[in-house]
């Protein structure tokens, strides 16, 4: 098993929530945390009294409370030091769940202490949602990916685009849990800056347009449509056929939306996209934001 959060990381991370004097568990007993990520009847007792690991962990921690307070994490039925990293990843979001965990103060301190060590790793927990108030954290890749988000923050910024902002923390914080919403929001994204750039250049925009017609009229106006180019240019063919994939690009990812992303019913077998094919769909939206928003950048300067 490939894994990316080392024994080391893992270590650290135990040794910190120990240090604190915190409960994994929260408010929740033992056999209720255990079981909200593992089926407790299906995984084997350690004590012969019992058929399963729900009977003994009920009668050591919630009878007998003669096991230590954080045994889990050594616990060979966990495998929590060797599991997949989303495995181990899933229990520590479960451990900051507002169910879990009612002191927010707490849970902000172990989010930190969490993502300092899962940081050389390449991953990081994140907000997804809320709860009465309160944030649910989900795992996400930490490294390329997110510069990639951090390009298309500037590109928003240029734009002085909310509603830009918003989109890409929406395909951030959904990458990993949820990558329908993340495809969708890519294709919502390209929209969006399409119409920025247009609204700034005072190009009409009418409510027919689709992605495709959007992107084209954009790029009609920042002079980059493949026909602009002279044929005496230095690889102008090359430039004729790599602008052109730009505006088919959009026309990808409007069509991918279409068949996986969010803001369509589906049928009983439908059945969705990886979170990696969530972030083939955002790295194009973002490469393709970046790209508009230099050369609007640019030309607004001359």
């Keep these: ?6 024994r080391e990381t893992r270590r650290n991370i135990f040794d910190g929530i120990d240090l604190e004097g915190i409960s994994y568990s ?8 255990l079981g909200r990520l593992y089926n407790l009847s299906k995984l084997p007792t350690t004590d012969t009294r019992f058929s399963d ?6 009668q050591h921690c919630e009878n007998n409370f003669d096991w230590e307070g954080n045994w889990v994490f050594t616990d060979s039925r966990f495998k929590l030091y060797t599991c997949a990293d989303e495995d181990f990843l899933r229990f520590l979001c479960e451990m900051l769940h507002p169910l879990v965990r009612e002191d927010t103060e707490i849970s902000v301190k172990l989010s930190d202490h969490f ?3 899962l940081q050389n790793c390449g991953w990081k927990l994140v907000e997804i949602d809320r709860i009465a108030g309160r944030s649910r954290y989900g795992a996400q890749k930490s490294n390329e990916f997110h510069s990639k988000i951090s390009r298309a ?13 918003t989109e890409i923390d929406r395909i951030n914080n959904s990458i990993e849990s949820d990558p329908a919403l ?3 929001t890519s294709k919502d ?5 399409c119409k920025a750039i247009l609204t700034e250049l005072g190009v009409q925009i009418e409510k027919r347009d689709d992605l495709p017609k959007l992107s084209k009229k954009m790029c009609t106006a920042l002079g980059l449509v493949p026909e602009g180019i002279p044929s005496e240019a230095k690889g102008a063919e090359i430039i004729r056929r790599t602008l052109s994939n730009l505006t088919q690009m959009t026309q990808g990812i409007a069509e991918l939306r279409g068949l996986y992303g969010s803001g369509h019913g ?22 393709f934001v970046d790209f508009a928003t230099e050369t609007y950048l640019k030309r607004s300067r001359t």
């Design 266 to 287: 589906r049928d009983g077998k439908h059945t969705g996209l990886e979170p990696r094919h969530a972030r083939l769909a955002a790295a194009s939206a973002i490469a």
């Design 182 to 184: 993340a495809i969708g």
């Design 153 to 165: 923050k500037s590109a928003a910024e240029i734009l002085a685009s909310n509603w830009m902002q």
């Design 26 to 33: 929260g408010r929740l007993s033992d056999t209720e945390f």
């Design 53 to 58: 690991a729900a009977g003994d962990i009920r």
């Design 1 to 6: 098993m490939n894994n990316s959060i080392t």
């Design 189 to 193: 994204l390209v929209e969006s800056c």
């Design 115 to 117: 993502n300092d060590q």
